[in-house]
């Protein structure tokens, strides 16, 4: 959206429809999910928002991932606020790397792939310590 402007809110869907389940229903089964979130060139946390995005949504069956360049050292004050410890996967993903753009590539995906098979990464804003790039 142009800066200035806001999206109109949309209302919230009906109690029992398919993107509100009733409170206390069960997630659906894997075999009962229909969508998938494609997420395409998300630039620094983004990346991190589209995890978030698809572990929020029992219906999403799949997540596509493209992530585009590591989160800088610096962000602003609301990046820092819901992930208190991204600059530092950032400085951790640099150092693993030895400099090489590609190593520090893979790095971050490594992150991202870990918050994806470990909830209580992700659950802890996704900003833990990146796996090591292998060779």
């Known amino acids: 959206l142009a800066e200035g402007r806001t ?3 949309r209302a919230p869907p009906a109690e029992g429809d398919r993107r509100n389940p009733p409170a ?3 997630p659906q089964p894997p075999s009962r999910r229909k969508g ?8 620094g946390a983004l990346s991190l928002r589209a995890i ?3 572990a929020g949504h029992d219906e999403l069956r799949a997540l596509v991932l ?12 609301a990046t820092k606020a819901r992930y208190p410890g991204l ?3 950032h400085v951790r993903c640099v150092e693993a790397s030895g400099g090489n753009a590609k190593l520090q590539y893979r790095a971050w ?10 909830p209580a990464l992700l659950a802890s ?3 833990s310590q990146p796996p090591l790039p292998e060779g």
Request: overall charge negative.
């Open 7 to 9: 999206a109109a809110p």
């Open 24 to 26: 206390g229903a069960p």
């Open 36 to 43: 998938a979130l494609l997420a395409m060139h998300l630039c």
């Open 52 to 54: 978030e995005a698809f």
């Open 66 to 77: 493209c992530p585009c360049c590591l989160p800088g050292t610096r962000q602003d004050s």
């Open 87 to 89: 600059s530092d996967v």
């Open 109 to 118: 995906v490594d992150h991202l792939t870990s918050l994806l098979t470990d």
């Open 125 to 127: 804003s996704g900003c």
